[in-house]
């Protein structure tokens, strides 16, 4: 089964995370792609650089320098702690980007509103098909090419979009969304199943806003795009397959 795990941010400052994804490598070599977060991390940095951080419904607002300011965090520092914390625990972990061999295509959000955020829209997956096949641990930055014609513009593109964007491009079975709760929550509760339908109620309705209204409508292109079932949930449900939140395009019981 292939899978693909997205890591937000938050997650990755958790010491159980790497055990986590080494024991699922071990138990399923070569059917598992990571893509990674790293909001807090190009938060810092753009601090540093006096920069105040911007959203516009859970997405990133991103000028020229935040661009730089995001490559530097998330293609540079953030993806090679992971990939090294990886390796040290024995994986044969690569790190990577959208933007090598011009894995992910994007187009811009909305220039106006967003600057240089995209989401995609063409993922090109031979090279991660072929590490797979030998053997290694692909881990993505979901910084990603413009689809320009001369594919010279980077863009910004949110981790749980680019995550479900190579789901639907590899035919994955499963896309889980790690973040740092359980699951979705609506009423005060953790829901344990959601259909489509439902998802779509809560961003209409607002009860899922922000970063978890993100997740949903990434789940909601992933299942469109053909990927079997989309979890979002905690580091414990990337080896607890039953954990957290699933949204399946099928009527589901809320439990």
């Known amino acids: 089964m292939t899978r693909v795990i997205k890591v937000g941010g938050r997650p990755q400052l958790d010491p159980a995370l790497v055990g986590a994804l080494a024991g699922a490598t071990r138990d399923a070599p070569g059917a598992l792609v990571v893509v990674h977060g790293g909001g807090d991390e190009i938060g810092a940095l753009q601090r540093l650089y006096g920069v105040e951080a911007q959203f516009i419904g859970g997405r990133r607002v991103t000028s020229a320098l935040d661009l730089e300011i995001v490559r530097m965090a998330l293609s540079g ?12 625990a024995g994986v044969a972990a690569v790190g990577l ?36 096949t030998g053997g290694y641990l692909p881990v993505l930055s979901p910084v990603s090419r413009g689809n320009d014609e001369s594919g010279s513009t980077t863009l910004n593109v949110n981790g749980d979009d680019a995550a479900a964007a190579i789901a639907v491009a590899l035919g994955a079975e499963e896309l889980l969304l790690v973040s740092d709760v359980e699951g979705v929550r609506a009423d005060g509760m953790a829901v344990a199943h959601l259909s489509d339908d439902d998802a779509r109620r809560l961003i209409e309705t607002g009860v899922a806003a922000g970063g978890m ?3 949903l409508e990434a789940a909601l292109r992933a299942l469109e795009g053909g990927v079997e079932r989309v979890r979002i949930s905690d580091i414990a449900a990337i080896e607890q397959l039953d954990r957290g939140t699933v949204l399946t395009r099928v009527e589901s019981v809320r439990t």
């Open 213 to 215: 209204g993100a997740k």
């Open 97 to 132: 980007s959208g933007e090598d061999a011009g894995m992910v295509r994007a187009a811009p959000l909305d220039a106006h509103r967003f600057g240089f955020a995209g989401v995609p829209t063409d993922v090109d997956a031979g090279l991660l098909r072929l590490l797979l």
């Open 77 to 88: 520092s953030a993806n090679k702690r992971l990939v090294a914390a990886l390796v040290g």
